[in-house]
């Protein structure tokens, strides 16, 4: 019967101090045979105040079936259990040195390497508070430094005057349009922000960063969409571009009205039965075959469309589809 034995190498990132690791393997017999492996020092290098990416390497003869864990003993929550040799902490401690410990586990039986195993001095956060954002409307943004002090994050009052941030995260809209980030100057009283803003136009879960020297912190939160804008689809002519020519009297434009996206792209709601009403601008140039047009429940393009035609020669006509909540659409209709 055979009887293993795990001691776990010690490391320290920043000042990075190395002790020797191995696997020993003590046959219980009434000849004693004993193997060593050396298992080089484990690694972590903090990548931002809340993540570790950790690694080690495994023996030259790795043991049949084993797997590591890895506990960040600092708070004791567990890392990772796996077979490779590599993991990330996502839920490291800001502004303080996280301690870890790395276990090789085989079936039924397990060894935990000391608690100062080795470590990683993790830079101080930037907390990010935004407000309820809807794609193209601003929204506010404050950012509190924080440190850590006596085994709890708190504001480092310390943290004042004005700071350049780096922004990041937000994504472009499906329609092309770019956020609009806050300032990179910041003022800050005692560790606070003042009131900023920033302008997202796509939809769906967000992520802001902010960057000052080490400092770092990122929020998460969801832009939802704006209110449906109106447009002509299944339209002959296409006015995708907001205009159009047609020949001069018996010219016709016929489509249909779509609700399915926001200004900017976005999938919109499409709840309701709303009513769409048709008017042209001079009237008198031309005549609908219908001037409104309903949507069926959850449909994003009305059910059927409208024809416009042409009764004289005008320079131009503005042919405008609105419906209440919903941004309008126009087609400026120009005649040969």
Same mark, same amino acid.
């Given at each position: 019967?055979?009887?293993?034995?795990?001691?776990?190498?010690?490391?320290?990132?920043?000042?990075?101090?190395?002790?020797?690791?191995?696997?020993?393997?003590?046959?219980?017999?009434?000849?004693?045979?004993?193997?060593?492996?050396?298992? %080089?020092?484990?690694?972590? /290098?903090? &990548?931002?105040? $809340?993540?570790?990416?950790? =690694?080690? !390497? #495994?023996? *030259? @003869?790795?043991?049949?079936?084993?797997?590591?864990?890895?506990?960040?003993?600092?708070?004791?929550?567990?890392?990772?259990?796996?077979?490779?040799?590599?993991?990330?902490?996502?839920?490291?401690?800001?502004?303080?040195?996280?301690?870890?410990?790395?276990?090789?586990?085989?079936?039924?039986?397990?060894?935990?390497?000391?608690?100062?195993?080795?470590?990683?001095?993790?830079?101080?956060?930037?907390?990010?508070?935004?407000?309820?954002?809807?794609?193209?409307?601003?929204?506010?943004?404050?950012?509190?430094?924080?440190?850590?002090?006596?085994?709890?994050?708190?504001?480092?009052?310390?943290?004042?005057?004005?700071?350049?941030?780096?922004?990041?995260?937000?994504?472009?809209?499906?329609?092309?349009?770019?956020?609009?980030? %806050?300032?990179?100057?910041? /003022?800050? &009283?005692?560790? $606070?922000?003042?009131?900023? =803003?920033? !302008? #997202?136009? *796509? @939809?769906?879960?967000?992520?802001?960063?902010?960057?000052?020297?080490?400092?770092?912190?990122?929020?998460?939160?969801?832009?939802?969409?704006?209110?449906?804008?109106?447009?002509?689809?299944?339209?002959?002519?296409?006015?995708?571009?907001?205009?159009?020519?047609?020949?001069?009297?018996?010219?016709?434009?016929?489509?249909?009205?779509?609700?399915?996206?926001?200004?900017?792209?976005?999938?919109?709601?499409?709840?309701?039965?709303?009513?769409?009403?048709?008017?042209?601008?001079?009237?008198?140039?031309?005549?609908?075959?219908?001037?409104?047009?309903?949507?069926?429940?959850?449909?994003?393009?009305?059910?059927?469309?409208?024809?416009?035609?042409?009764?004289?020669?005008?320079?131009?006509?503005?042919?405008?589809?609105?419906? %209440?909540?919903?941004?309008?659409?126009?087609?400026?209709?120009?005649?040969?």
């Amino acid at each position: 019967m055979l009887r293993r034995a795990v001691t776990v190498a010690t490391a320290t990132v920043g000042v990075v101090s190395l002790a020797t690791a191995a696997f020993a393997y003590y046959a219980l017999t009434s000849t004693q045979a004993t193997a060593t492996y050396t298992v %080089p020092s484990p690694l972590a /290098s903090a &990548t931002d105040p $809340t993540t570790v990416a950790v =690694s080690w !390497t #495994a023996p *030259a @003869a790795q043991l049949p079936g084993a797997s590591y864990v890895v506990t960040n003993t600092t708070d004791d929550h567990t890392v990772c259990t796996v077979v490779t040799t590599s993991c990330t902490d996502t839920a490291a401690l800001p502004g303080t040195v996280n301690a870890y410990a790395v276990a090789a586990v085989l079936p039924g039986t397990s060894w935990t390497s000391a608690a100062t195993a080795f470590s990683a001095a993790t830079p101080d956060l930037l907390a990010l508070t935004v407000g309820a954002a809807t794609a193209g409307t601003s929204f506010t943004v404050k950012v509190t430094a924080k440190k850590w002090s006596a085994g709890s994050l708190v504001t480092d009052t310390a943290y004042a005057g004005t700071k350049t941030l780096a922004w990041s995260g937000l994504a472009t809209s499906p329609g092309g349009t770019a956020p609009v980030y %806050p300032a990179t100057s910041v /003022s800050f &009283t005692s560790g $606070t922000s003042t009131t900023l =803003s920033a !302008t #997202a136009y *796509a @939809a769906g879960a967000a992520t802001l960063t902010a960057v000052e020297g080490t400092r770092r912190g990122s929020a998460s939160f969801t832009v939802a969409a704006a209110a449906g804008a109106l447009r002509f689809t299944s339209a002959t002519p296409s006015c995708a571009t907001g205009s159009i020519t047609i020949s001069a009297a018996g010219g016709t434009f016929v489509a249909k009205v779509s609700r399915d996206k926001d200004a900017y792209g976005n999938t919109a709601s499409m709840t309701g039965t709303p009513t769409v009403t048709l008017s042209a601008a001079p009237a008198s140039k031309g005549t609908f075959s219908t001037t409104s047009l309903t949507y069926t429940a959850g449909a994003g393009e009305t059910a059927a469309s409208f024809t416009w035609t042409a009764t004289g020669s005008n320079p131009s006509v503005v042919v405008t589809a609105a419906s %209440p909540g919903l941004t309008s659409a126009t087609c400026t209709i120009r005649q040969t």
